[in-house]
């Protein structure tokens, strides 16, 4: 894998930000819990590790639904990093962005669900930290369905109601995420 590709695969999975993100096979919401908000249309900035920066442009999916479109472009590189669908959902008092795979070739279904904690005037969110759910699951295999591979990646399996358990449970401890900040671009 070349030296750029080390770093923009890991981002795509989450948020397309960062490589510390949960791959899951369900998505955390229900249909009626999908909502839209203007304010997450448009083109975000941020960079990663200090020196990689990277574009997240959102537009409508279409006129007759709630979702949004995505695409992540990385400075210096020709194609997309990434693309796909996204949805926005309000579960009691979070919000949550569910991001989709363009590829709908894939045997499963694989999203990444990132928690937004403010809008204005950055998009802050933040992401399950892949290394403390790792020793959360070291010490205690039934926290959530998932599967871990040989080659030491995962993927949370759980239905979409074990998820957003999970996710609820853990949405006040501090160590289980890792926080990004966007900048709408000018």
């Known amino acids: 894998m070349s030296k750029p590709t080390r770093w923009l695969w890991p981002v795509c999975v989450v948020l397309l930000l960062t490589g510390c993100g949960v791959p899951h096979t369900r998505t955390i919401h229900m249909p009626d819990e999908v909502v839209y908000e203007p304010l997450l249309v448009g083109t975000w900035e941020t960079t990663v590790e200090g020196r990689h920066k990277l574009t997240f442009d959102v537009s409508k999916w279409s006129d007759d639904d709630n979702s949004y479109r995505f695409v992540v472009n990385a400075e210096h590189q ?7 669908r996204a949805f926005l959902s309000r579960i009691e008092d979070s919000q949550y962005l569910t991001l989709g795979s363009a590829d709908n070739n894939q045997q499963v279904p694989r ?3 990132i928690v937004v904690d403010e809008w204005q005037p950055r998009l802050q969110v933040r ?3 892949r290394q403390w759910l790792l020793r959360t699951l070291k010490a205690d295999p039934t926290v959530i369905t ?6 030491g990646d995962f993927l949370i399996t759980a239905t979409t109601e074990e998820l957003k358990a999970f996710y609820q449970k853990h949405l006040k401890e501090g160590a289980a995420w890792e926080n990004f900040v966007l900048s709408r671009k000018k």
């Not at 020709?78 to 796909?84: A, D, Q």
């Open 78 to 84: 020709k194609e997309p990093l990434c693309e796909g």
């Open 111 to 113: 999203y990444n669900t």
């Open 127 to 129: 992401t399950l930290n």
């Open 146 to 151: 998932h599967q871990i591979f040989p080659n």
